[in-house]
């Protein structure tokens, strides 16, 4: 497709569960960012991947928490033992080159309740 | 430590008058800007970006102003239409960083224009 695509679009499971959410970033875009949306808050920032490597985990909040990108193209944000404070929108976005500002492309997110 | 505020929760303008979003922020190491606006059930889009060597940039009806001194920067919309009702988020990036699409954002400002 054109645009950044995220897969589920909702996902509702149950505290201490473990949940997966797929971005598939534009073709030819070489980063590829995730970001979380709570409730009345700004995205913030998680992770960031440049090809295959993770360039930048410092906004992941604990090791709950975890990111793949194994052929530097689809990612993978995988969250383990839910908890209901996870619940938000989980925004993925990809870039040219990571180096031009304002270039970020997002999806529309994966919207994240866990009961 | 919200380093990246918008103040007003929601504004509302009529058609064809200006609108004007503020945002201001604290750490002193940011050195480019962007606006992003957000429809419902969408991903940010990128909108406008500034420098910190600049005070003012302009594209179309979307103006930008920083002001460093005041660590303080808006957005005016001239003349606003109804399409521009949406969530608007300020967004800042500082010197250093990983990457230009590691971003710390606001809370956002829901702009209404009515008819």
């Known amino acids: 497709g054109a645009g950044v695509s995220q897969t589920p679009s909702n996902k509702v499971t149950e505290k201490g569960k473990y949940v997966e959410l797929r971005c598939d970033p534009i073709s030819g875009h070489t980063a590829l960012y995730w970001y979380r949306q709570s409730l009345g808050q700004g995205p913030e920032f998680l992770i960031y991947?440049?090809?295959?490597?993770?360039?930048?985990d410092s906004g992941l909040p604990n090791d709950r928490f975890f990111a793949v990108r194994p052929e530097g193209s689809v990612s993978t944000l995988k969250i383990q033992r839910t908890e209901r404070g996870d619940s938000a929108v989980y925004l993925c976005?990809?870039?040219?080159?990571?180096?031009?500002?304002?270039?970020?492309?997002f999806g529309e997110g994966s919207r994240l309740t866990v009961l | 430590d919200q380093q990246v505020k918008q103040n007003s929760p929601s504004l509302s303008v009529q058609e064809g008058r200006i609108s004007i979003l503020n945002c201001d922020y604290t750490?002193?190491?940011?050195?480019?800007f962007l606006w992003y606006k957000k429809y419902p059930a969408e991903g940010p889009t990128f909108l406008i970006s500034i420098s910190s060597i600049k005070d003012k940039n302009e594209d179309g009806r979307f103006t930008v102003f920083l002001n460093k001194s005041a660590k303080h920067l808006s957005l005016h919309i001239v003349p606003s239409q109804p399409g521009d009702s949406a969530v608007y988020f300020c967004?800042?990036?500082?010197?250093?960083?990983?990457?230009?699409?590691?971003?710390?954002f606001g809370q956002g400002t829901i702009l209404t224009v009515h008819p």
């Open positions: 991947f440049q090809g295959t490597g993770a360039a930048d």
């Open positions: 750490n002193s190491m940011f050195d480019y």
């Open positions: 976005a990809s870039s040219l080159s990571g180096q031009i500002a304002g270039e970020l492309f």
């Open positions: 967004a800042a990036f500082g010197a250093g960083g990983t990457s230009y699409g590691k971003l710390t």
